[in-house]
Protein backbone atom coordinates (compact mmCIF):
# COMPACT_ATOMS: atom_id res chain seq x y z
CA UNK A 1 0.00 0.00 0.00
CA UNK A 2 1.37 3.84 -1.11
CA UNK A 3 1.88 6.06 2.11
CA UNK A 4 -0.86 8.39 0.67
CA UNK A 5 -3.30 5.46 0.65
CA UNK A 6 -2.26 4.24 3.89
CA UNK A 7 -2.76 7.76 5.26
CA UNK A 8 -6.21 8.23 4.20
CA UNK A 9 -6.84 4.81 5.44
CA UNK A 10 -6.05 5.72 8.81
CA UNK A 11 -7.83 9.38 8.57
CA UNK A 12 -10.83 7.54 7.02
CA UNK A 13 -10.58 4.95 9.98
CA UNK A 14 -10.94 8.24 12.52
CA UNK A 15 -13.44 9.81 11.19
CA UNK A 16 -15.92 6.47 11.27
CA UNK A 17 -15.04 5.96 15.08
CA UNK A 18 -15.56 10.02 15.33
CA UNK A 19 -19.01 10.35 14.08
CA UNK A 20 -19.95 6.95 15.96
CA UNK A 21 -19.04 8.26 19.08
CA UNK A 22 -20.81 11.82 18.53
CA UNK A 23 -24.02 9.96 17.64
CA UNK A 24 -23.66 7.79 20.91
CA UNK A 25 -23.34 4.70 19.15
CA UNK A 26 -22.26 1.12 19.55
CA UNK A 27 -20.40 -0.64 16.81
CA UNK A 28 -22.90 -3.01 16.83
CA UNK A 29 -26.10 -0.24 16.59
CA UNK A 30 -23.79 1.10 13.94
CA UNK A 31 -23.14 -2.16 12.06
CA UNK A 32 -27.30 -2.59 12.45
CA UNK A 33 -28.20 0.45 10.76
CA UNK A 34 -25.18 0.14 8.04
CA UNK A 35 -26.15 -3.83 7.54
CA UNK A 36 -23.26 -5.15 8.07
CA UNK A 37 -21.17 -6.90 10.88
CA UNK A 38 -20.09 -5.40 14.25
CA UNK A 39 -16.58 -7.21 13.55
CA UNK A 40 -16.33 -5.22 10.68
CA UNK A 41 -17.06 -2.36 11.90
CA UNK A 42 -14.31 -3.02 14.37
CA UNK A 43 -11.93 -3.54 12.08
CA UNK A 44 -12.33 -0.21 9.98
CA UNK A 45 -12.03 1.57 13.41
CA UNK A 46 -8.69 -0.12 14.14
CA UNK A 47 -7.01 0.23 10.51
CA UNK A 48 -7.18 -2.83 10.13
CA UNK A 49 -10.22 -2.92 7.03
CA UNK A 50 -10.06 -0.91 3.88
CA UNK A 51 -13.27 0.39 3.63
CA UNK A 52 -15.52 0.15 -0.13
CA UNK A 53 -16.56 3.44 -1.71
CA UNK A 54 -20.37 1.99 -1.62
CA UNK A 55 -19.47 1.72 2.20
CA UNK A 56 -18.41 5.25 2.69
CA UNK A 57 -20.94 6.40 0.80
CA UNK A 58 -23.89 4.55 3.05
CA UNK A 59 -21.95 6.22 6.35
CA UNK A 60 -21.40 9.66 4.90
CA UNK A 61 -25.89 9.21 4.14
CA UNK A 62 -26.33 8.15 7.81
CA UNK A 63 -24.38 10.81 9.26
CA UNK A 64 -25.55 12.93 7.03
CA UNK A 65 -21.99 14.19 5.75
CA UNK A 66 -20.34 14.88 2.59
CA UNK A 67 -18.48 11.64 1.50
CA UNK A 68 -15.44 14.19 1.10
CA UNK A 69 -15.20 14.92 4.87
CA UNK A 70 -14.17 11.59 5.89
CA UNK A 71 -10.99 11.94 4.14
CA UNK A 72 -10.08 15.17 5.94
CA UNK A 73 -8.05 15.56 9.19
Excluded: G, T, W
Amino acid sequence: MEDFELNYHEIISENVKKLRKRAKLSQEALAEKLNCSREFISRVENKRERISLNMLLKIAKLFNVNPSSLFKN
